[in-house]
Nanobody
Framework: VQLQASGGGLVQAGGSLRLSCAAS????????VGWFRQVTGKEREFVAY????????RYAESVKGRFTISSNNAKNTVYLQMNSLKPEDAAVYYC???????????????WGQGTQVTVSS
């Protein structure tokens, strides 16, 4: 499975961004796609995940009510709509895939290259 993350950029606090994660290859083995974020010097942090077929979702408490994860199965793409962004949301965002749902980064088998999100105050 290959993952391509995109959509990062610079936004003011309170603004919005939409990240995309395009999957290719053996996507049948990637039942769940998750988003994680990482700030230099810190561990990778779970943000949200979605299961391809049931559309089940889970969010980190820090983003609930502000971020929405969704998928377009026909396009093999997962989106992360980020609203009401805060400076503390700034990080490199990665999408990842595995067979089942998990909030643990090490449980994911496949990773995209990351996209930078910068939030100015």
């Amino acid at each position: 499975v290959q993952l391509q993350a995109s959509g990062g950029g610079l936004v003011q606090a309170g603004g919005s961004l939409r990240l995309s994660c395009a999957a290719s290859g053996r996507t049948s083995s990637s039942g769940t796609v998750g988003w994680f974020r990482q700030v230099t010097g810190k561990e990778r942090e779970f943000v949200a995940y979605i299961t391809w077929w049931a559309g089940s979702t889970r969010y980190a408490e820090s983003v609930k009510g502000r971020f929405t994860i969704s998928s377009n199965n026909a396009k093999n793409t997962v989106y992360l709509q980020m609203n009401s962004l805060k400076p503390e949301d700034a990080a490199v965002y990665y999408c990842a895939a595995r067979a089942g749902g998990s909030i643990i980064a090490d449980a994911y088998n496949y990773w995209g290259q990351g996209t930078q999100v910068t939030v100015s105050s």
